[in-house]
C-alpha cells in the first residue's frame, strides 16, 4: 500500500519558480507528476524511476521542471521554473509498481495540491 501526500501549491508570478514535494510512504518503483485542468484529463508532466536515474518529461515542461526523489526522506519534488499561466492546475502525485502502469494510469494517488501562475 501507497499513501501519497502533496504540498508546496500556491499563486505565482509567470516566470517565477515553485517547487512541489510528496511525501510518500511504502516503496513504490515508480512515481509521477501529473497535471489537470478543469475539464481536462490529467496529463503526466514528469516520471522517475525507483532510483531516480531514469526520467521523463512531457514536451511542454521539458528544460523547465525537474523531477526528482529522495528516497531516504521518502520525498518525490518537482521543481519548476520559467512558470507561464498554462502551468495552472491541479498537480498530483502517482506511484506505482511497474513503469509501464506509472505512465498509462498509476495505482496510487494523492489528492493534490493547487498551482495558480498569472501573468
Known amino acids: 500500500q501507497v499513501q501519497l501526500v502533496e504540498s508546496g501549491g500556491e499563486s505565482v508570478q509567470a516566470g517565477g519558480t515553485l517547487t512541489l514535494s510528496c511525501t510518500f510512504s511504502?516503496?513504490?518503483?515508480?512515481m509521477a507528476w501529473f497535471h489537470q485542468t478543469p475539464g481536462k484529463e490529467r496529463e503526466r508532466v514528469a516520471t522517475?524511476?525507483?532510483?531516480?536515474?531514469?526520467?521523463q518529461y512531457s514536451d511542454f515542461v521539458e528544460d523547465r521542471f525537474t523531477i526528482s526523489r529522495d528516497n531516504a526522506k521518502k520525498t518525490l519534488y518537482l521543481q519548476m521554473t520559467s512558470l507561464v499561466p498554462e502551468d495552472t492546475g491541479m498537480y498530483y502525485c502517482?506511484?506505482?509498481?511497474?513503469?509501464?502502469?506509472?505512465?498509462?494510469?498509476?495505482?496510487?494517488w494523492g489528492q493534490g495540491t493547487q498551482v495558480t501562475v498569472s501573468s
Open positions: 522517475i524511476d525507483s532510483r531516480g536515474a531514469l526520467k
Open positions: 502517482a506511484a506505482d509498481f511497474d513503469w509501464n502502469s506509472c505512465v498509462r494510469g498509476p495505482a496510487y
Open positions: 511504502g516503496d513504490p518503483d515508480c
